[in-house]
Structures are given as C-alpha cells and as structure tokens.
C-alpha cells in the first residue's frame, strides 16, 4: 500500500505542538506495518535535506522518505505561522502553494499513491483540490484527514478564494463556505472519503454543539465515515531508562533514582529543595483549550502547599499573569515562556505529577509520556482525557475532575497529594502507571484498518 503523508510540521524537523509528534511516528510505524510511506512537509529555516533541487528537497529517514516543499518567500521565517502577535496574513497563500506543489511533486516523481493522508487545515487544501481542479490525477486514490484540533479551522476572508485556484461554484454552503469567509478545513471534511480524530471521544463530542466549533452539522453528516482512533507516543524518544536529556536514568526496577531528577530539577531552578513537597509539571501552549485559565486562578492557593513547573508559550495575557505569580512565589513557582525539548524531558522526569486541566482536549499525549516517567497525570474528563485516564479511586492510574473549575482542580491536586503521602501506596501506584501500553505499532493497526476500509 503506498501513502502520502502530508503534515505542515513533523518532529523532529518542526513542531509547535502534537501534531509534530504523531507525524514523526504515524508514518513510520505503518512502513513497518508493509506500507510504502513519503512524508510531505514544507522546508522551514534550519532544515537541511541531503538532495536539494529548486522546488523541493528529499532526506531517507529510516524506512520512509521525507519530501520537503521550498518556497524560501514562504517558509524561511522564524516561526511556522505566526508571531504572538497572530497568524501570518499569507498563511492561505503559504499553504495553497505547499499543496499544489505535494500534487505537481508526486507527479514528478511518479509516485501514485493509494492513500493520501492529510492532517488539520494546513494540508486539507490537498484534499479539496484532488476532488476539483486537479481530479482526473491520482482518481483511485482514497483522501483521509485527520483532525488534531477543531478549534484550528484555516479560516480566511472571501477575497482571497481565488488564489485556491478552483471554480467559484465551491465557495457555497455545501463546501467551503462558512458564514461569508473561507473555511479550509471544512473543505477537507466535506470531501475527505474519511475523517478521523485522535480519540473515540473527541470524535462523538465534535458533533455537539458544545465541542463543534461551528462545524458540528458538518462532522454530524460525515458520521458514518468519522471515527477516533487514540494517538500513541515513540517510546524511542520517551523511555526515562536511556532519555539522554534527564539528571538520571531510572526505571520501574529503580524509581527510587526518580528523585534524584526531583532534587537536582529544584536545585538548577532555584525551588526549595524538599522532597516530600510535591512538585507539580506542566508543558502546555498556554491557551484557555488547555486550561491555563483555572489553573492560573487557583495557582496561588495551589502554590501554599505544592510546587509548580510550567513550559510553554501562548497567549500574552497569560504570560503576563504567570509572571506577576513567579515575582511572588520564587521558592516554589518556576516558569519557562519557550518550547524546550530537552527541558520537557526533565519535567516529566522530574515532577511527582503531571497537570492537564484542559477545558477540551482532541487527545493529549502529556498523559501518555508522564505515565511512561512515573509521573502521575491529574486530568479534567474531557476528549482523549476520558480515554487514557481513569481516577485513583476507580482503580485507575491518574486523579481526575469533571467539572471545569479551579476549586475541582485544587481539590484533584489535594486528593493526589493525600496518596503521595502514603508513600507505599504511591509507589505501588506509580509501578502500575509505568506498565501502560500506548504504543505506535497499535495505534498503526487501526490506521491500517481504516485504510483497507475505504479501498
């Protein structure tokens, strides 16, 4: 079976977030399920391909090609879409351009695939022009997009339609069109021949109004071709017992060595060196999807009793607030405003427990790496959430809150502290978080299944 993969960011050449991560993995975990895989993705600054012609680059990583789109105008830029200030004003053309060229590329060099595998709204342009301008190309081919994140729809004004390149008669109701602008995504849905997304759950809640982000009756029409299949980590980059990033190795035969992490993390970043506290991480965008808008209002109460560790970038406001709350609260509160790989690592080796208060979340792989560390996830029951984390009390592996609030937070975080302090009990609970399973080659099978479906 031969796929296109087609991603706006793959780790480790790009990220920003999760969808770097599952397409650094996805595509190899279906090569070694007997797929022919090439990875699509445009050539960001500081990527360096080995072959390099004046359209497009190609780097042999393992058993999968990886073709890079060039366009310095388009990509050679700091950032892949925006600033903080906000998105790029071209993103439309960034993208149209990218997805024209995966088309003429393949073309080129004759590769006919049977899946075309697209994922958000970056890449779902190449769904919509392989069902209008461009399809008498690659007809047997089956179109599948994969949605990390409803919230992150491509969403431009109606001048700009034309520079998608296809007939006007698709700027209507039925397919691009959403209440007078540019919908990308909607598109890719409308035409995909399947759509999935990241957990089972989060594909029944985007056909509510409540997680629907406009787009609800869309997704509620496509339901019988719209299922969740649960992301997985690379155990190769997450596995505490050889992640060359951490203070010290460990494993579940000497977790004891997890706190040696836990004292020199507080040593290097000025927290008050106190092993019976329990440190609290968090490697998040920080954005109210995410939680930080709780989390934010009850940190200072949660900051009395518990230490806390936040990575990550996001929204100014937010920024500044957590500033204000590190001015005050220096011996127990350490915020990094970057994305640091090799910093992230030390955080979930580092921390007692792992927060993900997110308002909604497609997925989440925080849970699945903290759990791989050690690190017990606390969680609101929400998305992917639901799926990977059953609470403490239900003979679960993580402390979870249902209702989306600071008090509900601060009162998980003290239901997980009470735990901690039985220090045999916490240990039995962390021996059992170690042994969970969320790896690729599973999660490959179900994108194999799904294939053979629709073919």
């Known amino acids: 079976m031969k796929v296109a993969f087609c991603s706006s960011e793959v780790f480790p050449f790009a990220k920003t977030g ?9 595509p190899w975990a279906l090569a070694d399920e007997g797929c022919e895989v090439k990875v699509f993705m445009p050539l960001y600054k500081n990527i360096n391909p080995q072959i390099l012609d004046q359209s497009f680059g190609i780097s042999k990583v393992g058993n999968v090609e990886v073709i890079f789109v060039r366009n310095d105008n388009y990509f050679l830029r700091d950032a892949l879409y925006g600033t903080p200030k906000g998105d790029y004003p071209d993103n439309l053309e960034r993208f149209a351009f990218f997805n024209n060229q995966v088309i003429e590329i393949m073309r080129k060099i004759n590769f006919n695939p049977n899946i075309v595998h697209c994922n958000d709204w ?25 949605i990390h994140n409803l919230a992150y729809q491509g969403i431009f004004p109606q001048d700009k339609f034309s520079i998608l390149g ?3 008669e698709y700027f209507s109701i039925q397919y691009l069109e959403f209440y007078g602008k540019i919908n990308l995504l909607k598109g890719g849905i409308v035409f995909a021949d ?25 997704l509620r029409e496509k339901k019988d071709r719209l299922i969740g299949i649960l992301n997985a980590i690379d155990y190769s980059v997450w596995d505490p017992y050889k992640d060359k990033f951490i203070y010290k190795n460990y494993s579940p035969r000497n977790l004891e060595d997890k706190y040696i992490n836990k004292n020199r993390f507080q ?14 991480g968090m ?6 999807q995410k939680g930080i808008d709780i989390l934010s209002k009850g940190l200072e109460k949660i900051l009395k009793k518990h230490q806390v560790v936040i990575l990550g970038l996001g929204e100014e406001k937010y920024h500044k607030i957590l500033q204000d709350i590190e001015k005050r609260n220096k011996k127990s509160f350490v915020l990094f405003l970057k994305f640091d790989e090799e910093l992230a690592h030390k955080i979930y080796a580092s921390c007692d427990c792992f927060l993900l208060p997110s308002r909604f979340e497609p997925c989440g792989l925080s849970q699945m790496i903290s759990y791989r560390y050690a690190t017990v996830p606390i969680v609101h029951h929400t998305g992917g959430l639901a799926d990977t984390v059953v609470d403490y009390s239900d003979k679960g592996g993580g402390f979870v809150f249902k209702n989306y609030s600071e008090i509900d937070l ?19 609970l962390l021996k059992k978080i170690t042994k969970y399973n969320f790896s690729w080659q599973r999660t490959a099978k179900e994108y194999m299944n799904m294939y053979r479906l629709i073919l």
């Open 267 to 280: 040593k290097e970043f000025g927290l008050a060196e106190k092993k019976n506290t329990l440190l609290l």
């Open 283 to 288: 490697v998040s965008r920080l954005a109210e």
């Open 18 to 26: 999760g969808l770097a991560d599952v397409s650094g993995a996805l």
């Open 122 to 146: 970056q890449t779902a342009p190449l769904i919509i022009f392989l069902r209008t301008k461009y399809k008498d190309v690659f007809k047997s081919a089956k179109l599948v997009l994969t």
């Open 194 to 218: 399947m759509v999935n997304t990241v957990s089972p759950t989060y594909a029944k809640q985007i056909q509510t109004q409540e997680f629907g982000c406009g787009l609800e009756g869309v």
């Open 410 to 428: 601060i009162n998980t975080i003290e239901r997980a502290k009470e735990v901690f302090e039985r220090k045999e009990e916490w240990l039995k």
């Open 166 to 168: 296809i007939s006007g």
